[in-house]
């Protein structure tokens, strides 16, 4: 009975965490919209939450409830996409540098280079000069990432290099594909999807800063980013459910995104 | 010890060659046409290619990278596109306005940070550890930007104890003579304390939703190095002497100032682009805000020139905290001797 109840505990915020990101990734399904998310309404428009519009309307009448849900499929769709290619691309990078040869330190020196500019700044440049769309912003996201995957499973595999079972199956003659597929990628497994969670956490604000600005995803199409732009006008006069209504969206699809890294780590420390 | 702040520093010159090229690359290699767009769409292909020829964009890649260094070891930037004012002289002008929100948003980030971080290496495992681990993922999973409009909400909407976000000083304030550029180390040169306490009040806002943010870098931070020293030998042994618990917290600082310390340089030179957009949020002139509106109007010597900025004064701090550190912690000094 105990051992039942301390489970509960341990796996609830993660199953709340799943179920907060089922809900926006595939909100638009779920639910049954009594305003159209991409319907103005212009004589109703900056309504009171409660009432007709569960969430309120903003300056153009749009009905913030359906776009807050909706827009969490493109947000969330370019944050786990740019995160999963920005994996993709870094792990191969990642294991070459592990190598102790004069490539992997040229790996190293460029990535270090790369390191000192600022990535938001660098994300904004590449969507704003690169064109505004929704391919460019994933592109970014790609870039920002790499460094940083690369530099983790670098030292990840470093660490498992260094260790016993490595040096015996070498030993025994296994080839170079069998120990990383075999040996070094179950090892660092845990790390890995655990930095990929937080890093698709972190997407989703860069996502919505770009957004922000006035880049990447914009009006018509709902991102939450765009949405809390549009309100923000509206938070010194008091209006300010435009804004919250989004932002807390990102709150909780962050803090989800955190929430399950976490659990992963606390995981493959037990094992 | 001067053996090793020569090496580090002799990298400085190759390390800014790559720097600047790379802001080059990055700005220059891209699809995006500015005459497009400062021409407008109706502009005549004749007014096109004029401003091409002007902007010197009609000659090759190649051509302009070297002009661009040509120029750049002249310490010259560049013009901007549009209003002709030379790079290095706007950078001059905002910088030490971001430099002064950073600084102040960096002091209420370490104190916040050692407070919560604090109580949870204290009270390691306990109920109160529990409770700031979960404050510091509730804070970490907040956009800045979010909580810069929640606060003017609050802030001023609400409980009106904040100047509305609306830049440095309000509309009829005096600004002070420009000596560094920046508004409150201005004011405080020439004496001007009523502007220095309204620019003050201004700062409240944005600083505070920084320092918030970024506590919870510090935060998790202080909890692991302060929590990994009070277990440590040396505080045991100063447990064992008998030692009020205050003092062996203080020893346990000393003994974690490194991995503190390297924090605050990275915060530090990542803060120059990170801030960018609470500057806009706040409408604070600063260098972060004149970025974004120059890339957003493809004003590409600007942004080259702010990029490459930012990148040297991430380099600058590395290099700083490498040679700082190697001062401070013996062990790294013998090994890298």
């Known amino acids: 009975m105990k051992l039942v109840k301390k489970i509960n505990k341990q796996n609830l915020p993660v199953i709340l965490s799943f179920i907060v990101l ?11 919209f009594t305003h159209d998310p991409y319907a103005t309404n212009i004589i109703e428009r900056l309504s009171t939450p409660g009432g007709a519009y569960l969430f309120g309307t903003d300056e153009v009448g749009f009905d913030i409830f359906s776009r807050t849900i909706i827009a969490g499929k493109i947000d969330l769709f370019i944050s786990l996409s740019g995160t999963f290619a920005a994996l993709i691309i870094g792990l191969p990078l990642g294991l070459m540098a592990s190598d102790k040869t004069k490539n992997a330190d040229r790996i190293m020196k460029v990535l270090d280079m790369f390191q000192a500019f600022p990535l938001l700044v660098l994300a904004i440049v590449i969507v704003a000069m690169w064109g505004n769309n929704i391919r460019n912003v994933i592109f970014a996201i790609i870039l920002i990432n790499v460094p940083r995957f690369t530099r983790l499973i670098r030292s990840e595999a470093l660490t498992v290099r260094e260790s016993r079972f490595i040096e015996v199956a070498t030993a025994m003659g296994a080839s170079k594909t069998r120990i990383i597929s075999k040996h070094l990628l179950p090892n660092i497994l845990g790390t890995l999807l655990a930095q990929a969670s937080i890093t698709t956490a972190h997407s989703i604000v860069v996502v919505a800063a770009l957004s922000f600005i006035g880049i990447g995803v914009v009006p018509p199409e709902a991102s939450w980013g765009s949405m809390i732009r549009a309100g923000s006008q509206y938070m010194i006069t008091g209006q300010w459910w435009m804004s919250l209504f989004p932002g807390l969206a990102i709150f909780l699809s962050v803090l989800s995104f955190n929430t399950i890294s976490q659990y992963i780590l606390r995981k493959y420390e037990q094992i | 010890m001067l ?42 292909e004749e007014t096109k290619q004029a401003i091409r020829v002007e902007l010197g964009l009609d000659q090759n890649i190649y051509e302009r990278y070297l ?50 971080g604090g109580i949870g290496a204290y009270f390691r495992g306990k109920a109160l550890d529990r409770f700031t681990n979960f404050l510091l993922s509730i804070i970490q999973s907040v956009p800045d930007f979010f909580l810069g409009l929640l606060l003017i909400y609050f802030l001023f909407y609400k409980l009106q104890i904040v100047p509305a976000p609306i ?13 560094t550029g920046g508004l409150l180390i201005d004011s405080a040169l020439s004496g001007n304390w009523e502007t220095f306490r309204v620019g003050l009040k201004h700062a409240i806002l944005p600083s505070i939703t920084l320092g918030i943010f970024y506590s919870s ?121």
Not at chain 2, 252 to 260: C, F, K
């Open chain 1, 22 to 32: 089922f809900n926006f990734s595939f909100g638009a399904f779920l639910y049954n």
């Open chain 2, 167 to 179: 830049g440095r000083i309000g509309l009829t304030d005096v600004p002070p003579d420009q000596i």
């Open chain 2, 217 to 337: 870098y510090f935060g998790r931070t202080a909890r692991n190095v302060l929590g990994n020293s009070l277990n440590s030998k040396q505080v045991e042994f100063a447990k064992s002497l008998g030692l009020s618990k205050f003092r062996i917290f203080i020893y346990a600082l000393v003994d974690a100032r490194t991995p503190i310390i390297t924090y605050i340089a990275i915060l530090f030179a990542g803060l120059f682009g990170a801030c960018a957009i609470i500057e806009t949020v706040f409408a604070w002139n600063g260098i972060g805000s004149w970025a974004i509106e120059k890339i957003l109007m493809l004003d590409i010597p600007a942004i080259q020139g702010f990029i490459l900025f930012a990148g040297l004064i991430t380099l600058f701090t590395y290099t700083f905290l490498d040679i700082l550190i190697t001062y401070l912690d013996p062990r790294i000094r013998k090994k890298t001797l």
């Open chain 2, 67 to 116: 002009d661009y260094l040509g120029d750049l070891s002249q310490g010259d930037l560049g013009t901007s596109f549009y209003t002709k004012v030379p790079v290095i002289d706007s950078i001059n002008q905002y910088l030490f306005d971001t430099f002064e929100l950073i600084i102040i948003s960096l002091i209420i980030a370490l104190f916040l940070g050692f407070i919560i």
């Open chain 2, 3 to 44: 053996k090793i702040i020569f090496k580090k520093l002799i990298f400085i010159p190759i390390a800014s060659f790559f720097v600047s090229s790379l802001a080059f690359v990055v700005v220059n290699l891209t699809p995006g046409d500015p005459v497009e767009v400062i021409a407008g769409g109706i502009a005549s």
